[in-house]
């Protein structure tokens, strides 16, 4: 079980818009810590999708934002393309295990 | 272009070491927070060790007392020395660049390197 819980899958179709969500606890995302995102593409490495929250890296598509509120935080896509299949996961830091933390990770199938 | 490269992977026994490497272009290890990851075949991200600049070390508990996360300055390398390895720990580890800043509550992971892969089984 991962600290931080997201859906197993989501599904959406071409030009649709759709949120993942990520579910912590006061340890952790509560606790005011931030909440980062990643984007794994099928046979590659993850990548840095969001961080702080809601900042997006150079190159990253204004299409992706993130949000967070109390325990949870959101990762929002509009206008999906095929590209955007992939496996995203979120990270934060939890304080009672002294670790960083990912959630189990979210299918995204267009 | 910043790269890490990790090597080191491959098929060990239970209970046996092995010893992960991660070789970065374009960035000084003894300057940079590093960190490794691993993901188990089909399963999600688990943080497993993080070396700051001033060479502070943290574990996962899963891996605490059998990882050893160092670095070599004179071949600007990081390394991961696993011991005692269990069918468990069967996974690819990526080792990646920590973006500190504020306390280590905010750090994120902003390079990943391809990873390299771990298998434990007799």
């Known amino acids: 079980q991962s600290v931080l819980t997201q859906p197993p899958s989501v599904s959406g179709a071409p030009g649709q818009s759709l949120t993942i969500s990520c579910t912590g606890s006061n340890s952790n995302v509560g606790g005011g810590y931030d909440v980062h995102w990643y984007q794994q593409l099928p046979g590659t490495a993850p990548k840095l999708l969001i961080h702080g929250n809601n900042k997006r890296p150079s190159g990253v598509p204004d299409r992706f934002s993130g949000s967070k509120s109390y325990t949870s935080a959101s990762l929002a896509i509009t206008g999906l393309q095929a590209e955007d299949e992939a496996d995203y996961f979120c990270q934060s830091y939890d304080t009672s295990l002294s670790a960083w933390v990912f959630g189990g990770g979210t299918k995204l199938t267009v | 272009e910043v790269q890490l490269v990790e090597s080191g992977g491959g098929l060990v026994q239970p209970g046996g070491s092995l010893r992960l490497s991660c070789t970065p272009s374009?960035?000084?290890?003894?300057?940079?927070?590093m960190t490794w990851v691993r993901q188990a075949p089909g399963k999600g991200l688990e943080w497993v060790s993080l070396?700051?600049?001033?060479?502070?070390?943290q574990y996962a508990d899963s891996v605490k007392d059998r990882f050893t996360i160092s670095r070599d300055t004179s071949k600007n390398a990081l390394y991961l020395q696993m011991s005692s390895l269990r069918a468990d720990d069967t996974a690819v580890y990526y080792c990646a660049k920590v973006r500190d800043y504020g306390g280590r509550g905010y750090w994120y992971f902003d390079l990943w390197g391809r990873g390299t892969l771990v298998t434990v089984s007799s």
């Open positions: 070396i700051y600049s001033g060479g502070t070390t």
């Open positions: 374009g960035l000084i290890v003894s300057n940079t927070y």
